[in-house]
């Protein structure tokens, strides 16, 4: 999968501390990497739809801790991927008549559009769903041969020319740590899993929670060949482990993505990754789900502001960002056309503040901007510590020569704001 082009990134005086995160598995704050080498996988999009603000919101987010590493002096490996064949997407592209192939390559490259015009920095892995199959395929069948998934019947007409080989699913009771991730009860996670891609109701399952590994050739499914697993298609959390695991090894520092997919997905590719004689990440991170007029902005609702309807409309990328960037990653908001100005107002007012030549001391401001950062990705703080110091400099001036320089390549550093 081809990635997007990475933005440079200015060097500053300085280097930034050991960021700390909020492990949602334990809900405490937790050192993000042990360094010097730092990992992160960040589960990408299903492309059926244009990135809203939602997606935007959360790989903004990460994109903070990537820079924060950097700054910090962390060698840093990010790892991604694009869930490129999957029962929404091939939904929408029956219910729209374009071909699942078609609509999953446009979706993407806009995705990598909005991206490059938002400022985040690329992913040095990244992997399609569908170019991953010939490993997901060989895990699937090493987990078989070890007794930790099982086959399930097929119903009639499925499964091409060997119906015999059954649907594949991991065993749930096998794992002493399944739960450990979302800490949910177990009638909360059998909704959450219903509600979120999952199948409880399917007969032959020995666990309602039981996810799937590889799903048999169905009439009308795109199938491949999954050797002894027979034709077919592999199951959604398994493809994020195995990208992980491919890139990352089978402990890494840390998985990421919205919180809508703290139960399953991640409870489900943790497991996996146990199973698989790894550890999975050591820290998850969630970020808060960014909605409109109350309710969260979902492709399946189709309640959504688009970034690339935005950019046409000639709204500054960097308005966008820093329209995000004044919310906390772990807050959930409501984007409305007031969270757009005010960020328009202050990108305008950040603009005519690294105008001239000298300006306010620009070291506390630094200081104060990675503060906020290491501090659990903080960025409206780091937000108002540069507000504080554009407001000193259009109003009081201020005498060091280059302090503007210093600010601006902080604030693209750091924020990834272009000014
Ligand atoms: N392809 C899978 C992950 S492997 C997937 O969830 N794709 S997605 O396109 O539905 O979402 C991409 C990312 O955006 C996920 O991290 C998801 O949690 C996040 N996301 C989706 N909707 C919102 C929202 N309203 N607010 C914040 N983040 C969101
Ligand atoms: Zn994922």
């Known amino acids: 999968m081809q990635t997007w082009p990475a933005p440079q990134i200015p060097s500053i005086p300085g280097r ?151 649907d594949v699913y991991a065993d749930v009771s096998v794992d002493p740590h399944f739960g450990s991730v979302a800490g949910l009860d177990h ?9 979120r891609g999952g199948d409880p109701e399917r007969p032959g399952k020995r666990d309602p929670l039981d996810p799937a590994l590889w799903r048999r050739e ?14 077919g298609r592999p199951g959604w959390h398994i493809e994020c482990t195995i990208i992980a695991e491919g890139a990352l090894g089978g402990d890494f520092d840390v ?36 909605g409109l007029d109350g309710a969260k902005m979902s492709k399946s609702v189709g ?27 772990r807050e959930d908001w409501d984007w409305d056309d007031t969270v757009l100005t005010e960020a328009q107002t202050r990108l305008g007012r950040w603009r005519a503040a690294v105008s001239g030549n000298g300006g306010p001391d620009p070291e506390s401001t630094v200081v104060a901007i990675r503060r906020a950062l290491a501090n659990d990705l903080d960025a409206p703080a780091a937000v108002r510590a540069v507000d504080t110091w554009a407001d000193d400099s259009l109003s009081l001036g201020g005498d060091v020569v280059g302090a503007p320089g210093v600010v601006s390549r902080a604030i693209d550093a750091l924020l990834g704001i272009r000014l």
Request: glycine share 12%.
């Open 16 to 166: 930034g501390g050991q960021v700390r995160v909020l492990d949602s598995t334990t809900g405490e704050l937790v050192d993000a990497s042990r360094g010097p080498h730092s990992s992160l996988y960040v589960c990408g999009i299903t492309p059926y739809d244009a990135t809203h603000l939602g997606h935007a919101a959360t790989y903004i987010a990460f994109d903070l801790l990537h820079r924060a590493w950097l700054d910090a002096g962390q060698d840093v490996t990010f790892v991604s991927n694009v869930t490129d064949v999957d029962d929404p997407l091939l939904e929408r592209a029956t219910a729209t008549g374009v071909s699942w192939e078609r609509l999953a390559t446009d979706q993407t490259a806009l995705f990598a559009e909005d991206m490059t015009a938002l400022g985040v920095l690329p992913p040095h892995v990244y992997l399609g769903a569908v170019e991953t199959i010939p490993r997901v395929a060989e895990a699937v069948a090493r987990l078989l041969d070890r007794g930790l998934a099982y086959r399930v019947e097929l119903e009639e007409g499925a499964g091409g020319d060997r119906p015999d080989l059954g």
């Open 255 to 290: 998985q990421g993505g919205g919180r809508d997919l703290c139960f399953p997905h991640h409870e489900m590719s943790t497991a996996h990754a146990r199973a698989l004689g790894g550890s999975g990440a050591r820290a998850h991170m969630h970020t808060g789900m960014v």
């Open 187 to 195: 009638d909360q996670t059998v909704a959450l899993f219903a509600e």
């Open 303 to 329: 309640n959504l502001v688009i970034v690339s309807t935005l950019r046409e409309q000639g709204v500054d990328p960097m308005a966008i960002r820093l329209a995000v960037l004044a919310h906390h990653y």
């Open 218 to 231: 169905r009439p009308g499914d795109p199938a491949w060949d999954g050797g002894p697993l027979g034709t």
